[in-house]
């Protein structure tokens, strides 16, 4: 079935970077992007940035731009998102998840379980 | 930069009724997504692109989109149904609604 599987949690100090990985399967990988999404605790959903799987393009949120890379392993099959220079509010769950079609601007349809990271001194 | 507004809760009685908005400028000539949230899961596709509904979900789960508000419709609801609801759209990027608790009475 289709899936994607992320790394676990994690706990960083301020100033740190941390990269979460999202593996995918059950479908072919580059045929789809990848959205990553997080959620503050008790807050909603928010968009960091989308990446083509097939070319590597990427769109990164204005809030993230110069402290997120997005990137793709297309020999796994697995998408990373790392964020540098952590701080308390980046504390969040990390969610990866799947474009519904090939168009970014369409849906998501699959997501990951979601990769808890605390920043905490 | 665009920006879409929800009610921060709704309720509905069992059986009844719920209609969760999402206001946007313009909004109807854009595409809505919604997305189920039910406490400590995650997020689930209930909506496409206005009114269409993925594989797996009831029949009940509507959605319309015209003018300047979006709105997803939940007929019969259900224990089951209370989560947050999300609404989104593109608009040079991905944009969500700041999310619509459901209590269902």
């Known amino acids: 079935q289709v899936q994607l599987v992320q790394s676990g949690a994690e706990v960083k100090k301020p100033g740190a970077s941390v990269k979460v990985s999202c593996k995918a399967s059950g479908y072919t990988f580059t045929n789809y992007g990848i959205k990553w999404v997080r959620q503050a605790p008790g807050q909603g959903l928010e968009w960091m940035g989308w990446i083509s799987t097939y070319n590597g393009n990427t769109n990164y949120a204005q809030k993230f731009q110069g402290r997120v890379t997005m990137t793709t392993d297309t020999s796994t099959n697995t998408a990373y998102m790392d964020l540098r220079s952590l701080r308390s509010d980046d504390t969040a769950v990390y969610y990866c998840a799947r474009d519904q079609t090939s168009s970014s601007t369409d849906a998501v349809d699959v997501w990951g379980q979601g990769t808890k990271v605390t920043v905490s001194s | 930069s665009y920006e879409l507004t929800q009610i921060l809760s709704v309720s509905v009685a069992l059986g009844q009724t719920a209609r969760i908005t999402c206001g946007g400028n313009?909004?109807?000539?854009?595409?809505v997504h919604w997305y189920q949230q039910k406490p400590g899961q995650v997020p689930v596709l209930v909506i496409y692109?206005?009114?269409n509904r993925p594989s797996g979900i009831p029949e009940r789960f509507s959605g319309s989109n015209s003018g300047n508000t979006a709105t997803l419709t939940i007929s019969r609801a259900q224990a089951g149904d209370e989560a947050d609801y999300y609404c989104q759209v593109w608009d040079s990027s991905v944009v969500f609604g700041g999310g619509t608790k459901l209590t269902v009475l």
């Open positions: 692109r206005d009114s």
């Open positions: 313009n909004i109807g000539s854009k595409n």
